[in-house]
């Protein structure tokens, strides 16, 4: 997933004339279902971040990446290989490569050496600019001004037909999904990560009914409004583990890298103390294996093995955030039964129906605790 061993040779596309028919066979060619990026950069920018930011639009992500991070950086060229890593994209284009800096071009070198992907380079100019000849020479490149040979770098081979356009991904606005799932995903146990190796068995669901798996219609749903509402590995991650595992934020956020088997598609979560079920592997469906293994390249980028591999408790007005922006939220109480203003998701509705129905018991079946 990570280091290709030799990644492809690049491709530099000389335009020399600025002719718009590269520029729309380029665009054409942009189809990220099929593992084909274009990325047009935004005029007037020069920053690396800037580049990250407009590579995560083109995956058809927000391009601000919301949530906690070391002395306030975004990791966005982190998100983003972790994505193209994920997805996975196999192509990426380049549109208006003469006026990329020598340090976004090296930025993009390492993004193809990490991931692997076929990197187009499109100058529309005669020759290469100084910035980009400079940051070429240590790559194995090449140059060709034909056309038909361009387009067979931005499609690959064989060379296929443009595809229709998709609608653009953006803020959803289709109505609520109500997933029972999410019940718990506030619940206040108190499960810690194992300190010492720990291989879980398969989960068995002792005191608490499994979640009920998404429908093939209602996953793609899903799956579509997470990818739309948020550039962040690991909180995307997290809300697709709380459907498929049922559990709890503090527990999600007992998962490590490592607990993640991307071969065997099955997740471990930690609970020594058996707040719940215990430490227990889970299979992890098909649909959320995309969020899963965006979220151990990026955490295994950003900050190694030892760090959560799903949203920690710290990000958790992050994470309920992402959820209603992608408007998924668990059942809801009655009207008359509701704490806060229409509108407002009430995600600790099932907490305190559990607490009510503690305080209704009488106090003889109260079993006293053992000291």
């Not at 991070?69 to 380049?94: I, K």
């Not at 203003?341 to 559990?354: C, I, K, L």
Request: net charge positive; proline share 12%; hydrophobic share 40%.
């Amino acid at each position: 997933m990570f280091l290709a061993t030799r990644p492809p040779s690049v491709a530099v596309v000389i335009d020399r004339d600025d002719n718009v028919i590269h520029t729309h066979t380029a665009l054409a060619a942009h189809h990220p279902p099929s593992g084909r990026i274009t990325l047009h950069p935004g005029p007037g920018t020069t920053s690396e971040t800037g580049l990250a930011h407009d590579l995560l639009a083109a995956l058809g992500k927000p391009p601000l990446l919301t949530g906690r991070f070391p002395a306030g950086r975004q990791p966005a060229w982190e998100a983003a290989a972790a994505w193209m890593a994920a997805l996975p994209v196999t192509r990426l284009t380049v549109l208006r490569g003469h006026r990329l800096t020598t340090r976004r071009t090296i930025r993009l070198l390492e993004l193809r050496a990490l991931t692997g992907i076929h990197l187009t380079l499109v100058c529309h100019r005669p020759h290469l600019p100084a910035a980009l000849h400079q940051a070429l020479q240590t790559a194995d490149y090449s140059l060709t001004t034909d056309l038909d040979a361009a387009r067979h770098h931005y499609y690959g081979t064989p060379a296929a037909e443009p595809p229709l356009a998709d609608e653009p991904a953006g803020p959803t606005t289709g109505p609520w999904l109500t997933l029972p799932a999410l019940e718990r995903l506030i619940s206040y146990d108190s499960p810690r990560p194992c300190t010492d190796p720990c291989t879980p068995p398969p989960i068995i669901w002792r005191h608490r009914p499994p979640p009920v798996p998404l429908t093939a219609h209602t996953a793609q749903k899903v799956a579509h409004r997470l990818h739309a509402a948020t550039a962040h590995p690991r909180l995307a991650a997290a809300i697709a583990a709380a459907l498929f595992t049922g559990t709890s934020l503090q527990q999600l956020a007992t998962a490590r890298p490592r607990d993640y088997d991307t071969a065997a598609a099955t997740l471990a979560l930690h609970d020594r103390a058996r707040y719940t079920d215990g430490c227990a592997t889970h299979p992890v469906p098909p649909w959320a294996g995309v969020f899963l293994r965006a979220a151990a390249c990026f955490t295994r980028l950003v900050s190694g093995e030892d760090q959560e591999l799903l949203a920690a408790p710290g990000d958790r007005a992050h994470l309920l955030r992402v959820a209603e922006t992608a408007r998924l939220r668990p059942p809801q109480p009655p009207a008359a039964r509701r704490k806060g203003p229409v509108g407002r998701v009430e995600w600790d509705w099932q907490e305190r129906q559990e607490a009510e129905r503690y305080e209704a018991e009488p106090t003889s079946r109260v079993r006293p605790s053992r000291r």
